[in-house]
């Protein structure tokens, strides 16, 4: 895939104003249904907003969602809305945004750092970046 073809990367706190600001703007989580019920999720309700979820890969073989771009096209007909698209450390991520600008959508962005960020020197998760390290607003399902 070609990484030029998405808008680029935001940090955390880019994104949250871009979901603040813009009406239209989404926040795509594309983590694994056990991470969202395990690890958290982005809490938006301070913006009126809740997270799209719809998971880019299937744990545990961490297939791909064959239904991920039609799933994403049904809930978000704008395609140039603003697309914030968020996963642990920022990989699954990217490679969605990329997909999903590959099929025309013409603002999508990788949320760098993802939700939990890499491990730190403990081996933990979300205290290194990302949106949990950020301060942003998250919850436990």
Sequence with gaps: MN????????????AWRVLESEADAVLVDVRTESEWHYVGLPD???LGKEPLLISWQFFPAMDPNPEFAPALEAACPDRNAPLMFLCRGAIRSKEAAIAMAARGFTRC????????????????????????????AWAQT
Excluded: H, M
Excluded at 3 to 14: F, I, K, L, R
């Design 109 to 136: 962005y990788n949320v760098s750092g993802g939700f939990e960020g890499p491990v730190d020197e403990k081996r933990r998760r979300g205290r290194v970046s990302g949106w949990k390290a950020t301060g942003l």
């Design 44 to 46: 938006l309700s301070g």
């Design 3 to 14: 990484d030029e073809s998405y808008a680029g990367d935001v940090t955390p706190d880019q």
